[in-house]
């Protein structure tokens, strides 16, 4: 793989991994054996309920909460057909939670059947949000706990796991059983937030990752022009690769959620639309 082709495969992890948010479960993918078939021996349950989060400033909303499957704290992706979640194979990790009210998130039933064999390690919860007037970019610094930013609560199947090896970030918030996770749930989840006075800028979609400014203002409203012109509403990041080639993702219901990715490049002074690839 050439250098353009591996920063390409790069962007466009980028573009995923900064957007997230609204199906109110993981979707599903073709069964090719059954979980019997699969030993799928371990079980998580959390029950419905609603989550509310309580930022401490009354100016900052959150705008998108999820919960999120990994194979360890340091986000290693898991093998999807190794796990149910409500019975069937999920098509991601990530459960994006409903809004049913101002700081408020429905979560649904659910029953995740795992082996740890067939992972090769234990099963890892979080729960993250997004805000809604502060892009991924400019988010931390309002967090007086940093650590916050990237898990508000945190579960390890593997309960005698060591503490003290825990990732700061995928699994900050830690608590010690499926019980406490379970209790911790039904509580307020209290977001303590400093008092930096926000910006209109630091909410301003999309977000533009333009290192060494390889792309002009005009090539960045070009680039998104012609994102719009395919009917694409919800531009959520612009990824410069070089001064020809950019990525952008973009979502179907809002600014959080990331559905496609495009690659465009600059051809004969004009900038082309040459491939568009579904996050599934």
């Known amino acids: 793989m050439d250098r353009r082709r591996a920063s390409v495969t790069v962007l466009r992890a980028i573009a995923l991994l900064a957007t997230a948010c609204v199906h ?32 401490t400033r009354d100016d ?45 998130f429905e979560l649904p039933a659910v029953k995740i059947e795992f082996s740890s064999k067939e992972l090769g390690g234990p ?3 979080s729960i993250k ?8 970019q400019y988010d931390s610094p309002f967090y007086e706990r940093v650590p916050d930013r990237y898990a508000l609560l945190s579960y390890c199947t593997k309960e005698d796991d060591d503490p003290s090896k825990v ?25 303590q937030l400093n008092q ?11 977000m533009i990752n333009n290192a060494a400014r390889k792309l002009s203002d005009a090539d960045l409203k070009a680039i998104e022009q012609s994102v719009r012109d395919r009917g694409e509403k919800y531009v959520i990041n612009i990824s410069a690769q070089d001064r020809d080639h950019a990525i952008v993702g ?14 465009l490049a600059r051809t004969d002074g004009t900038w082309q639309i040459e491939k568009v690839e579904d996050r599934q």
């Open 60 to 104: 900052i909303t959150v705008g998108c909460a999820i919960v999120s499957l990994f194979q360890s704290d340091l986000g290693k992706a898991l093998p999807l057909e190794s796990i149910r979640v409500n019975g069937v194979q999920p098509k991601s990790a990530t459960l994006y939670l409903k809004r049913v009210g101002k700081n408020r």
């Open 123 to 125: 099963l890892y919860l």
């Open 167 to 191: 990732n700061a970030r995928l699994g900050a918030n830690r608590v010690a059983s499926l019980k406490e996770f379970r209790e911790r749930l039904g509580k307020p989840f209290v977001i």
């Open 196 to 206: 930096q006075p926000l910006r209109e800028e630091w909410g301003r979609w999309p």
């Open 24 to 55: 109110p479960s993981f979707g599903h993918a073709p069964e090719a054996e059954t979980p019997a078939q699969r030993q799928l021996t371990e079980v998580v349950e959390l029950p419905h309920q609603t989550l509310a989060f309580k930022p």
């Open 250 to 263: 973009v979502g179907d219901h809002d600014l959080f959620e990331g559905t496609r990715v495009y690659e």
């Open 129 to 136: 949000v997004w805000f809604n007037e502060l892009t991924n």
